[in-house]
């Protein structure tokens, strides 16, 4: 029964926490007013993406939660099956990253010129930000799953410009295929030497 309880509790937190992030609107600050929109276009995720992410996060949750419990069960009377939960943490681990780059994607807007590759970065939370992708990029470094979440892989390029700034872009924005969106990656990914970095869980 405590073992029931304690996949319960998990569920719930779990629950709590997914509402709390996913309550969280997008919302356009003061700083891309009209006069921008005619020359910048947004460098963003789509609905239909997130969807589908969403869908394919949950299944691995789903799978990671009945192989727990399975494994709690069953490890009673066999005891080789225990070398199972680090693999089913795993899988419930992807909720938190999923959630962590679903958060940041909804903190910031990135809008860019695809004539004069000017950038701009609208936080929510934090002074807004503007530099030019071929002059000001310092270095680009990428961090990524060790794996994909189903057809989903979870990761993000952090652009190190010369304001000093860091400015993170989650994998969620570059998988919406748009032409300004496969503009902006294109020429990240042709001009500059990208350091790539591996992580089980790639937290923000």
Do not use: C
């Not at 029931?4 to 600050?29: K, M, P």
């Not at 794996?147 to 998988?175: C, D, M, S």
């Not at 030497?193 to 089980?200: A, G």
Request: aromatic share 14%; glycine share 4%; net charge positive.
């Amino acid at each position: 029964m405590k073992i029931f309880i304690i996949i319960a509790l998990i569920g719930f937190l779990i629950y709590l926490i997914a509402r709390r992030f996913l309550s969280v609107n997008t919302v356009e600050t003061s700083v891309v007013r009209a006069n921008y929109r005619q020359y910048f276009v947004a460098i963003d995720t789509s609905p239909k993406l997130i969807r589908r992410v969403t869908q394919s996060t949950i299944r691995t949750v789903g799978i990671g939660f009945i192989l727990l419990l399975v494994t709690l069960v069953l490890g009673m009377k066999i005891k080789i099956l225990w070398i199972l939960i680090p693999l089913s943490l795993y899988l419930i681990g992807q909720f938190f990253v999923y959630i962590n780059h679903l958060k940041y994607t909804k903190d910031q807007r990135i809008y860019f010129n695809t004539e004069t590759y000017e950038v701009l970065v609208d936080y929510i939370k934090e002074q807004s930000l503007s530099f030019n992708l071929m002059r000001d990029i310092v270095a680009v470094s990428e961090i990524k799953s060790v794996q994909k979440n189903r057809e989903t892989l979870f990761g993000y390029y952090k652009l190190q410009v010369k304001q000093g700034a860091t400015v993170v872009i989650p994998y969620l924005i570059e998988q919406h295929e748009n032409d300004a969106n496969r503009l902006f990656f294109q020429y990240l990914n042709e001009n500059f030497k990208i350091e790539v970095e591996s992580k089980l869980f790639p937290i923000i």
